[in-house]
């Protein structure tokens, strides 16, 4: 995730706090009764980061002699330096016909909404909830989906995988009374031989191999180029961006879709260099880059520790409204290399309820506007005690913030208080303050026709005459909006729809308001107004450049934003 784009969509989605470490443990056998600390070990701090998904065709250029192996890890080839090496699927298909209990749909657009409902279902309820797209298969399944394909394409969330019908129609029963439109869908898949099919760039057909294969350098310092080709249609690149080219090892497998995943398999140092100089300017000041590497370092790592993804062939995604972003070697900049490497194994914990050490879940965002979000409000997850709201200046108050009232968060953001990452403050360079611009706070003035489609692109209410804020947490953070139709009716969202209103094109952070239009019917415009830059959990990363120009220590940094954690040296 680029800093430019903030972090209103990255890390927020995919934490899943609990009591202990916000996090559930670890659910492998071979990991059972291992600490955090030995987990990490056993991985030797190694991360597999998803940087190619849903792939037809991949294309490998290793720039040094490296080995292609098998899923045993016998050696398949030996690849020189400055060859090209294809995977693909083959084009075989067969067909398979599943029950399932279909339980919400949602628009393409809605992708997050969709994977967060599936993950709740497969939290709370123990089922294989899941996200069927649709829009991949619509010339398959008009037959099977009348309702949804209306040539647009609809994610819809379902659960259970039965051959008998009897079986999925009792699952749906008994989740009607939570999920009402419950009902059985016939899920016809076509899949492909779940291969993968190697070839030299000189046209060498290495044969066919089972579950994944892998490309292993000789060291964590060679780097490669990968492509990808997504369909039969499209022409070779590099997966829709222009830096595909990291450090360390591939391993390339078959997902669900009979579709091509890759990670790439790096040491957590290497990988940081590619992610520190974009989560946040390289020209910050040295603490500040420091202060993100140790965040950046901690967060990685406690995703492997804790399985945090459910996906056994990979730990994070390159992807920024999943993970942190991941530009890769052509990201890497002098400065930024210089704080990981100051920093190097140091990581952030926190002392749990039970007495035990936890590796703390270090979320940041692009800017809190002053105050920063409990991270129980901002998710409706379990009590986190290093991740609590606090205001974002030297000194505050001990009581936490309290503007869940209208009128209290409308005269915090108008006031613009003094605050670390207030850029008008005294002791921001003039180069910071030009960066930093439209974060701290911004304004929107949207017609009632724009509105009303932004809105409807995550709602699909009809034509909306009206928005007002509905309640407010503590932080003063949106946690639910009211509409007004066009023929009157009054509709309020919930804690559930938070996402949704988080995704609204017109709010750069939930911590706004609204004013009604102003104006005759033709020149009438909405105000919205608002504080903040993303979710506001965990470090302000504008905040951080704030204290950095001001003389703080990366560790004084970090204490600022978190509560109450210890450093320690992994290695």
């Not at 928005?467 to 946690?479: C, I, K, L």
Request: net charge positive; aromatic share 10%.
């Amino acid at each position: 995730m680029t800093f430019t784009a903030g972090f209103a969509l990255a890390v927020l989605f995919l934490f899943a706090p609990s009591r202990e470490g916000c996090a559930a443990p670890v659910t492998a056998d071979d990991y059972r009764g291992m600490s955090e600390e030995e987990i990490l070990k056993a991985y030797d701090y190694r991360l597999r980061v998803r940087v190619i998904n849903n792939a037809r065709r991949i294309k490998l250029n290793p720039l040094e002699a490296c080995e292609l192996r098998d899923a045993r890890g016998d050696r398949i080839a030996e690849i020189k330096a400055g060859s090209f090496i294809k995977l693909e699927t083959p084009k075989e298909i067969e067909r398979e016909g599943l029950y399932r209990v279909y339980l919400e749909d949602f628009s393409i657009w809605e992708k997050n909404p969709a994977r967060l409902m599936a993950l709740d279902v497969r939290k709370k309820l123990r089922l294989n909830g899941q996200v069927i797209d649709i829009t991949m298969r619509i010339r398959h399944f008009k037959d099977f989906y009348p309702f949804w394909n209306k040539g647009v394409g609809r994610k819809l969330v379902v659960a259970g995988g039965f051959v008998d019908e009897a079986e999925a129609q009792k699952l749906a029963g008994r989740l009607r009374a939570q999920y009402p439109k419950a009902r059985v869908i016939f899920d016809q898949r076509e899949q492909a031989k779940r291969v993968i099919r190697v070839t030299l760039g000189s046209g060498e057909a290495l044969g066919e191999f089972d579950d994944r294969v892998s490309l292993v350098q000789r060291s964590n310092e060679a780097r490669t180029y990968f492509e990808a080709l997504q369909n039969e249609k499209s022409s070779w690149r590099l997966h829709t961006r222009t830096d595909a080219m990291v450090r360390g090892d591939f391993e390339a497998y078959t997902n669900e879709w009979e579709l091509l995943r890759m990670a790439n398999v790096v040491h957590v140092e290497q990988y940081l260099y590619g992610v520190v100089p974009v989560e946040i300017y390289p020209t910050a000041p040295p603490e500040t880059l420091k202060a993100q590497a140790i965040a950046a370092r901690t967060t990685a790592l406690f995703r492997v520790a804790r399985g945090q993804n459910g996906d056994k062939h990979f730990d994070l995604a390159r992807d920024f409204t999943i993970d942190m972003e991941y530009g890769g070697y052509p990201h890497e900049n002098p400065a930024a290399t210089a704080a990981v490497d100051a920093t190097r194994g140091q990581v952030m914990f926190f002392t749990g309820e039970s007495g035990k050490r936890y590796m703390a879940n270090a979320v940041f965002c692009a800017c809190c506007g002053g105050v920063t979000v409990d991270s129980h409000e901002r998710w409706q997850h379990e009590k986190c005690s290093y991740l609590i709201p606090r205001f974002d200046r030297r000194f505050f108050a001990a009581r936490p913030p309290q503007f869940n009232t209208e009128a209290a968060a409308r005269k915090w953001i108008d006031r613009e208080p003094v605050a670390f990452c207030n850029p008008d403050q005294a002791g921001i360079s003039d180069n910071l303050r030009k960066m930093l611009d439209r974060r701290y706070r911004w304004e929107t003035r949207m017609s009632p026709r724009k509105l009303s489609q932004a809105i409807n692109k995550q709602f699909n209410l009809g034509a909306v005459d009206n928005v007002r804020v509905a309640s407010r947490g503590a932080s003063g953070r949106v946690s639910a909006l009211e509409f007004t139709l066009s023929d009157g009716r009054k509709i309020r969202t919930d804690a559930n729809d938070i996402e949704k209103i988080a995704a609204l094109s017109f709010a750069r952070s939930l911590f706004f308001y609204i004013d009604p239009p102003i104006g005759g019917k033709d020149g009438s415009v909405f105000t919205i107004r608002g504080a903040g830059y993303g979710h506001g959990v965990g470090m302000c990363q504008v905040g951080a450049m704030g204290m950095g120009e001001r003389g703080y220590t990366a560790a004084a940094i970090l204490r600022h934003y978190y509560n109450d954690i210890d450093f320690a040296q992994l290695y």
